[in-house]
């Protein structure tokens, strides 16, 4: 749960606003207001009719589409990938890449970003909008971006990508308007055999949960937790995050994490971790997590590319803090304050103190938490199934962390 608020405090001294652009104006510049209307009418556009489709090629796949798809297997990868192109009305065909594998979307969409900046007949391309959510079961982010040709030309490309622990796909789309249709058709991959199949081949978990990350009202990224017992006296924590912070109209920060924790089923305490965490797709750190002993512990690893190996100890044994909101949840405890050590990646040497109060019991059933950690206080509500809900105040700048997906097993 820490790892969760480090990853976003610490990426948001970068934060910056991706709001308001002059490419229009640069693109309708001597047309006395002609370019405008017709601009309109060319971004609202979407298709109807669209109808499931089975694509003709290298693989048995369905999805909405105005035409027959096409798909074919990419060679030469160690992973196994293909490329789906599907005609959804519009004049560009709607392309979209899936990887057998979980992969970074953050990273995805800045490369694809990059990449149009780099086309030599661009004159200037920067971001319009930064979204991310759920199709059916699958977490993704979107981003659109608008260029302006050396011929003055103004256009637009969407590009969604979506991953989960062992399947992910990207798609795009460059033209303008059709948004709408856009997402439609990524729903509609999102939902077909072949992705569903790999989703859920991913198995014997308890509980699955995405959540949505959003800064100044701006969804940035999504995290995705699994939650397994491994035995009688031990549950297991896999969690993945992938956030696409916009630092300026034109720049993006990166941050993807892989955290996995071991802990006792009926204490709490934490036995064994594993953390990566990368920004703008370059390793921040790496680090093994061991208990020694009762209050002993070993970590090593690296930090920023440098080796370490410490061991520490602490004044009592280190609790994995879902553990503690999960008692709330499961009404299996109703202390008023807790105070305990946890192990963070903001502190990789040594235990870190925390502090959980129950605020208020609401007529619902659910529960007003304060959770806080040395970087960040939270305020959270929690009910049957877990948090829904984290407000972060971080005074100038509002972070909102909300559950939208939550399958119980």
């Known amino acids: 749960m820490a790892k969760l608020f480090i990853v976003v405090v610490s990426a948001l001294m970068f934060f910056g606003c991706a709001g308001g652009t002059g490419l229009r104006k640069g693109a309708d510049a001597n047309n006395n207001g002609q370019m405008d209307a017709k601009l309109k009418a060319m971004t609202s556009r979407e298709s109807a009719g669209l109808k499931p489709a089975q694509a003709s090629g290298d693989l048995k796949i369905s999805v909405l589409s105005k035409g027959m798809p096409k798909i074919k297997r990419i060679q030469g990868s160690d992973k196994t990938q293909y490329e789906l192109h599907i005609p959804i009305g519009a004049s560009q065909n709607m392309d979209c890449y899936l990887t057998e594998g979980m992969s970074s979307p953050a990273v995805i969409l800045k490369k694809v970003f990059d990449g149009i900046s780099k086309v030599p007949q661009i004159a200037a391309v920067q971001i319009k909008a930064v979204n991310a959510d759920v199709l059916k079961n ?14 003055k030309q103004y256009g637009t490309a969407k590009i969604l990508a979506a991953s989960s622990m062992n399947m992910s796909f990207y798609c795009t789309h460059d033209e303008l308007g059709y ?26 978990y308890d509980k699955k949960q995405i959540d949505i990350i959003s800064v100044k009202n701006m969804s940035v990224g999504y995290a995705e937790s699994y939650q397994f017992t491994d035995d009688r006296k031990t549950e297991r924590k896999i969690e993945f995050s992938s956030f696409l912070i916009p630092r300026t109209t034109k720049e993006f920060l990166t941050d993807d994490s892989v955290e996995k924790s071991v802990y006792g089923r009926e204490t709490g305490n934490l036995m064994s971790g594993e953390y990566y965490s990368y920004e703008n797709n370059e390793e921040v750190h790496q680090i093994a997590f061991e208990q020694v002993s009762r209050k002993q ?3 090593q690893g690296t930090l920023r590319g440098q080796k370490f190996s410490q061991t520490f100890e602490s004044e009592r044994p280190l609790v994995y803090s879902g ?9 299996k405890t109703s202390k008023k304050e807790q105070n305990f050590e946890e192990y963070s990646t903001l502190s990789p040497s ?36 877990s948090y829904s809900q984290i407000n972060v105040d971080l005074g100038s700048t509002a972070l909102l962390i909300k559950r939208k997906y939550f399958e119980a097993r």
């Open 297 to 299: 512990y070993h970590v």
């Open 323 to 331: 553990f503690l909101l999960d008692q709330y949840s499961a009404n």
């Open 350 to 385: 040594k235990p870190v103190k925390s502090r959980i109060v129950l605020l208020k019991k609401m007529p619902n059933g659910n529960k007003k938490i304060e959770y806080s950690i040395p970087a960040a206080k939270a305020l959270m509500e929690l009910d049957e199934k």
């Open 138 to 151: 699958i977490g993704y982010i979107y981003l659109e971006a608008e260029y302006l040709t050396k011929e």
């Open 179 to 204: 948004r709408k249709t856009f997402m439609s058709v990524g729903d509609s991959l999102a939902r077909s055999a072949y992705v569903q199949k790999f989703i859920k081949d991913f198995s014997g």
